[in-house]
């Protein structure tokens, strides 16, 4: 119940990364000080002291929280108090003291800049190692100073006038002109500085015109109206995080924060926009997408007429990932949006479509290896057994029902454009194969496909949406009045169809199938707002190619948008996994291409680590030393840490080595439904399984060669290139998805040989295992090989 003298605490942007920074137990401190403010503000164990004013209407305060913390406060009204920033040590005080304070103009948020470290960053930073100071160092004779030329400035090209209109920090611009290189810009960004100067510096940096970044990062971050002079107007910004809702602080302090729901400034106007139809949203792992997709969802419901049905559908590939976005937007949202929403995956949005119009059970899909056995099976008994199965699975899913084809003539005459070319006879035999396997899938007991559930849910939903659309162009042929007269009823069965959803997001879009698309499509009529769709091509590891614009999604000029920056994955990780897929071509989910060009990350980090093992039960258990120790030296909880595997034979194997290991390791597996919500444990499951999650530290084991990619994968590089091509960049894109799941630390290992996917100089910078194994005593003699 709020009182006389509770308080409203408001927590500035770079507060959530000095609670990162400062560990659990500050965090844990800095919360309980926040809750013990909100109520009371008058409660003298709060340590409140006047520090100076901050313009007309506002007041910083310094607030003392023990043993060693302390924290900087402003004040706008009676009741309304922000966090701008949080310091430890003997000397927070004085290093709160001496920061500045002032409203950005472009974006109207308030902000913190601390220019004795700022300047003290990069001037460290130009007195290390370079070219001119190993010269310095060299005994041998320098050349006449007058030859030697001064490094320039990094941003020279780029005036003041033009820094600050972009939104960089007017009070960094000492320390910004005495950059002459990236790594002391490295070391300006490394300190907390704000946002919006970070985004536009690295934008800069990568030559970017001032004009795009006006156009990419200012113009989103742009605030009409901002007043540097108003400081009740920047600490009521939207922007800015209130701690009223306690999950809301929970999620603030803790020690992993892989990924925000906060809105960047950079998407809030993805989430908001009104488009005229059909919207699409591509950028690389970390962008955000997700994020997006969430929020654009809660405003969805926002601009929705009060009710009780579900008019927005949020869907995504698989149960897993749709769990876990029922569970951000819950933690987003609330019960009162969730009510709104329908969220399940594709998957389980089909099955119910087929269960809800046919009586018969079309029997449960087939899991791939017994698709694959059933195809083995019907090679037998026709007797082609020069097809290989999965030759034959990926032609009848991905040719086959994607266009549509129940008859031969349809598939004689479908176009297969990258693939291997076949013969008429040869179609004439492959559609043989096909009709034998749809017999056995009727047979009995019953069964079927995922991809022929999806096809039949599609051929149902568009039947009810041509239904709905003849009944509209019948009523607008009546003068729109409402049809209560009998050639109505007779028309559409005495009411009128109605379709299921208003509006459609879709997450993880580069999945879907050709049959996915067609049913989504047909479930939202066609206007403002219909579907929005998340993807991104280089994370593709399902589906083929679909080309949206073939099943009516379409999304020309600013209905389809990129981001290009990263908030979850540091530049040395970026760097390593973006190498897994240089020279590859992807395409932009419709008839264009897409690109990491651009693509860059607002975190610096460590290096990837690298290890080798001489065989797979060194490997297992070193991985288990190297788990415990980032548990008891970093303090990292074991459920912020996870191992990818190529497969699920791996994945039960290092489950069971960590379980019973010398110094066993909690272990959770990812299963087809994901992880449940407090489980605790490391995760453990395929590199498939970690599509959609993060954490802060990843493990990925196994990418020896001949396991990435797999060498069953071999026989096509001569029998069939263009699907050997596709293989090997799905292999590729699955890596890229694994390695892309870290925030903070990135561990790959291997026995053997390393992967041909892993840099040419690995083994040259990959530590031992054995090494490991005899420093941390004797392996376990319970691991399995």
């Known amino acids: ?430 559609w043989e194969l096909v009709e034998a396997y749809r017999a056995h899938l009727k047979a009995s007991p019953r069964q079927t496909t995922f991809d022929l559930v999806a096809a039949e849910a599609a051929r149902i939903a568009g039947e009810r949406k041509r239904d709905h659309d003849r009944f509209l162009e019948y009523k607008e042929e009546q003068g729109g009045r409402d049809l209560i007269h009998r050639e109505a009823a007779s028309l559409m069965g005495g009411s009128a169809p109605r379709l299921p959803f208003r509006h459609i997001v879709v997450d993880e879009a580069q999945d879907l199938s050709a049959s996915h698309w067609r049913l989504l499509r047909a479930l939202a009529s066609e206007g403002p707002n219909d579907i929005f769709l998340v993807g991104d091509a280089h994370q593709r590891i399902y589906a083929h190619r679909s080309i949206l614009s073939h099943y009516g999604i379409r999304t020309p000029g600013r209905a389809s948008r990129r981001l290009t920056l990263s908030y979850r994955t540091t530049r040395e990780i970026l760097g390593s996994a973006g190498g897994l897929l240089a020279g590859q071509p992807f395409d932009d989910m419709d008839l264009g291409d897409d690109t990491l060009d651009g693509y860059r990350s607002v975190l610096t980090g460590r290096a990837p680590e690298y290890w080798h093992a001489p065989d797979w039960q060194s490997e297992q258990r070193a991985l288990a030393a190297l788990l415990v120790e980032r548990h008891k030296k970093y303090g990292t909880p074991y459920e912020a840490m996870a191992v990818a595997v190529p497969d699920g034979t791996a994945a039960a194997q290092i489950a069971y080595t960590l379980g019973t290991s010398d110094h066993p390791v909690p272990v959770v597996e990812i299963g087809r439904d994901g992880v449940p919500e407090n489980a605790s444990g490391v995760r453990i499951g395929t590199m498939h399984r970690f599509k959609g999650l993060e954490f802060q530290r990843v493990f990925i084991a196994g990418v020896s060669e001949g396991q990435v990619p797999h060498q069953h994968i071999e026989p096509y590089r001569l029998t069939n290139p263009n699907r050997y091509r596709q293989e090997e960049q799905r292999a590729r894109s699955l890596v890229f998805v694994a390695a892309t799941r870290a925030r903070d630390e990135l561990v790959v290992s291997w026995n053997g040989r390393p992967s041909r996917f892993l840099p040419r100089d690995v083994q040259k910078v990959a530590r031992s295992a054995a090494s490991l194994l005899k420093a941390n005593g004797s392996p376990s003699s319970t691991s399995v090989a």
């Open 1 to 430: 119940m709020t009182s006389g003298t509770s308080a409203r605490v408001i927590m500035n942007m770079q507060v959530q990364k000095d609670l990162q920074r400062l560990g659990h137990q500050a965090n844990n401190q800095v919360i309980d000080f926040v809750r013990r403010l909100r109520e009371d503000r008058t409660n003298r164990s709060l340590r409140l002291a006047p520090l100076r004013a901050a313009g007309a209407n506002g007041e910083l305060l310094i607030a003392t929280i023990p043993p060693h913390h302390a924290a900087l406060l402003l004040r706008t009204e009676e009741r309304r108090f922000t966090v701008l920033a949080v310091r430890e040590g003997a000397a927070a005080h004085e290093e709160l003291s001496r920061l500045t304070v002032s409203i950005n103009p472009v974006s109207g948020l308030p902000e913190v800049i601390d220019q004795v470290r700022a300047s003290d960053n990069v001037l460290a930073f130009s007195s290390q190692s370079g070219p001119q100071d190993r010269a310095e160092r060299s005994p041998q004779v320098r050349p006449p100073a007058s030859v030697t030329p001064l490094p320039s400035e990094l941003f020279a090209d780029v005036s003041d006038d033009d820094l600050t209109g972009l939104g960089v920090s007017r009070s960094l611009l000492p320390s910004i002109r005495r950059i002459t290189s990236r790594e002391q810009l490295d070391a300006l960004l490394g300190d907390n500085v704000p946002e919006l100067t970070r985004d536009v510096l690295l934008a800069l940096a990568e030559d970017v015109p001032v004009q795009d970044v006006r156009r990419d990062i200012t113009d989103a971050w742009h605030t009409p109206g901002a007043d540097p002079e108003d400081w009740a107007g920047a600490a009521r910004h939207p922007a800015l995080v209130s701690t009223d809702d306690d999950a809301v602080l929970d999620a603030l302090g803790d020690s992993f924060e892989a990924w925000r729901l906060f809105l960047h400034p950079e998407q809030r106007r993805l989430a908001t926009t009104r488009f005229k139809g059909s919207a699409k949203v591509t950028g690389g792992p970390g962008t955000g997408k997700t994020v997006v997709a969430l929020h654009r969802v809660r405003h969805l419901v926002s601009q929705l007429p009060p009710g009780h049905d579900r008019p927005v559908l949020l869907t995504t590939y698989n149960t897993s990932l749709a769990e876990d976005l029922r569970q951000r937007l819950r933690k987003l949202g609330g019960d009162d949006v969730l009510k709104r929403v329908r969220i399940e995956s594709v998957e389980a949005l089909a099955r119910r479509i087929v269960a809800e119009e046919r009586s018969v059970d079309l029997g449960y899909p087939l899991q791939d290896d017994a698709a694959m056995s059933l195809w083995h099976t019907v090679r037998t008994e026709t007797g082609h057994l020069h097809y290989d199965a999965d030759f034959l699975d990926d032609e009848f899913r991905h040719v086959i029902i994607a266009n549509q084809c129940t008859l031969y003539t349809h598939y004689r005459g479908v176009g297969r454009p990258g693939r291997t070319r076949i013969t008429v006879k040869q179609k004439r035999e492959i």
